[in-house]
């Protein structure tokens, strides 16, 4: 059966980005006709052209009210353009956006990739909500990266239509690196060959957590004078994040293939306040990098004792301690973690995810 699919994202970079260019190339191998609607910038439209897949310029800011109106409205001329016969919202804004210009009309397919409210407090979260709440009957179904982030969902009353569909790494482009794969990545990028190198790949934003990575950097210095960070990423943070930062720490900007950063590292480190289930992890444990990180719905579903270190979120001594742990041991601790990531890494093959995914959209018609 030939389906009409029509993606859309507001997100043009990084993990969001990287998923729905994925999604697209794998159904258009199907043979159903795929557009993807976003902004006509970023590295998504590169992508798509690239993949041959059809891109329609949608202009969409970040913020949830901002040009919202106008938004809609250019969301439905595409829609009246394509006709398509599912539409699949990502992120919170297309989310938005999406159900308010179709109202069920069409199968519409919503995946959060982390839920609206966790990016707001106070009354603001309240409002989110209470709109996705109410929102819910508005998608046949909600796609959800991980069972935490269905538990979430469930635990603030979006209780029908969630569907789990966990995120997977291509294990074909994310391969084991080894000991020559690190020294030709530190060569590349500069790093020195017997580096002590923590890395964290990830948008410079709050979510992220780069801010309490950096008030934790110290306490790593103190326990382990040779350690490195580098910060692999951009975003509104930026200025803020380098003028707070302490000894040893590097801005690399972002990168279109990060995974020379996972070869040359040591362990990846994920501060995050809150994540749907990261992509980022799981391309390091495909590189044999164990993970160091908060203990947060979404790396709790990945990161095991045996592949890193999970601490209570928030704790900054716990942080420190996890990752110099792993930059001062000389007996092998992280590359032994490392080893075993790559091994579980394989339960999350992207191909199962594709997989499901085409599944649940044949399914919603």
């Known amino acids: 059966m030939t389906i009409s699919v029509l993606h859309v994202s507001q997100p043009v970079e990084a993990g969001v980005a990287a998923y729905v260019s994925a999604a697209a190339a794998d159904q258009a191998r199907r043979g159903w006709r795929v557009t993807v609607a976003c902004p006509p910038r970023g590295t998504l439209p590169a992508r798509l052209a690239e ?4 891109h329609a310029a949608w202009e969409s800011a970040r913020s949830p009210v901002r040009s919202c109106k106008d938004e809609t409205v250019a969301l439905r001329r595409i829609l009246d353009e394509l006709e398509p016969d599912v539409v699949h919202l990502h992120s919170a804004k297309a989310g938005l956006v999406g159900r308010l210009a179709i109202r069920g009309r069409r199968p519409t397919l919503f995946q959060p ?7 707001c407090r106070g009354a603001t979260a309240r409002t989110a909500i209470a709109w996705e709440r109410a929102a819910a009957r508005w998608a046949a179904a909600i796609v959800c990266v991980g069972e935490g982030e ?17 995120n997977g790494v291509d294990l074909d482009h994310f391969v084991p690196a080894g000991i020559e794969a690190q020294l030709r990545a530190r060569a590349d990028l500069g790093i020195p060959a017997h580096a002590r190198l923590a890395v964290c790949v990830g948008r410079l934003t709050r979510q992220k957590g780069q801010d309490l990575l950096l008030r934790a950097w ?8 040779e350690a490195e960070l580098v910060l692999v990423g951009d975003g509104e943070l930026q200025a803020e994040l380098e003028s707070s930062a302490p000894a040893g720490v590097r801005f690399a900007g972002p990168s279109a293939d990060v995974r020379p950063w996972y070869a040359a590292c040591d362990v990846l480190v994920m501060p995050s306040r809150w994540e749907g289930l990261p ?11 164990p993970v160091v990180g908060f203990a947060i719905p979404g790396l709790t579903e990945v990161v095991g004792e045996e592949t890193g270190a999970l601490v209570t979120a928030g704790d900054l001594r716990g942080l420190a301690h996890a990752l110099a742990s792993r930059l001062s041991s000389h007996d092998g601790t992280a590359w032994r973690e490392g080893q075993v990531a790559a091994l579980v890494s394989k339960e999350f093959d992207a191909r199962v995810t594709m997989e499901t995914l085409a599944g649940v959209t044949a399914a919603v018609l």
């Open 51 to 54: 993949q041959g897949i059809a």
């Open 113 to 119: 990739h982390g839920w609206s409210w966790l990016a």
């Open 150 to 166: 269905a538990r979430a969902g469930a635990a603030q009353g979006v209780t029908s239509r969630l569907v789990v569909v966990r």
């Open 218 to 225: 110290p306490r790593v210095l103190r326990a382990c004078p």
């Open 279 to 289: 992509l980022t992890a799981l391309e390091a444990m495909a590189s044999a990098r």
